[in-house]
């Protein structure tokens, strides 16, 4: 068995496509109308169809129990491109204890992204400022080995 992709359901995958296009810059690599799946292996289904292979007329958007997760070696430039599009934000910039910058907002169809900054980048800035690695481990309670990675 081999996992393939994540797939979501969508209310108007033309949307979608261009959200997705204009936020990541994911493209169209295979495209079967009412399914299309966009590079990085982001699988995208129109929810009429959906609707039929699970025998369901319902389909529920809005849920918070799964996300998108990216990740960014630019933070900062990324999220200051995200100023320029029609973003509605689940929260801003925050960072997590670990030092890792993120920020999550919703697809059209309110589906959670998080992007986050790179974690080798978030070492990096650390050592960068100062910070013996030591002490960068710990901030980030990761090993040593992580650490001394990063600084290859």
């Known amino acids: ?7 979501l359901v969508v209310t108007d995958i033309d949307k979608s496509v261009a959200f997705y296009k204009e936020v990541f810059g994911l493209r169209v690599i295979t495209d079967f109308g009412a399914n299309k799946t966009l590079t990085g292996g982001l699988a995208l289904q129109t929810a009429e169809l959906y609707k039929a292979f699970i025998h369901s007329s319902e389909i529920s958007f809005g849920g918070n129990d799964f996300e998108l997760y990216f990740e960014e070696d630019d933070f900062d430039q990324f999220v200051s491109r995200l100023k320029e599009c029609d973003i509605s934000y689940v929260h ?7 030092g ?3 920020v999550r907002f919703y697809d059209p ?4 992204i998080e992007v986050g900054e790179n974690i080798k980048t978030v070492c990096k800035r650390f050592l960068d400022s100062g910070m013996t690695p030591q002490q960068v481990a710990e901030r980030m309670d990761v090993p ?9």
């Open 100 to 102: 890792q910058r993120v």
């Open 144 to 152: 040593m080995k992580f650490v001394n990675a990063c600084m290859r």
């Open 109 to 112: 169809d309110k589906h959670i």
């Open 1 to 7: 068995m081999k996992f393939k992709n994540p797939m």
């Open 92 to 98: 801003s910039v925050k960072e997590h204890a670990w």
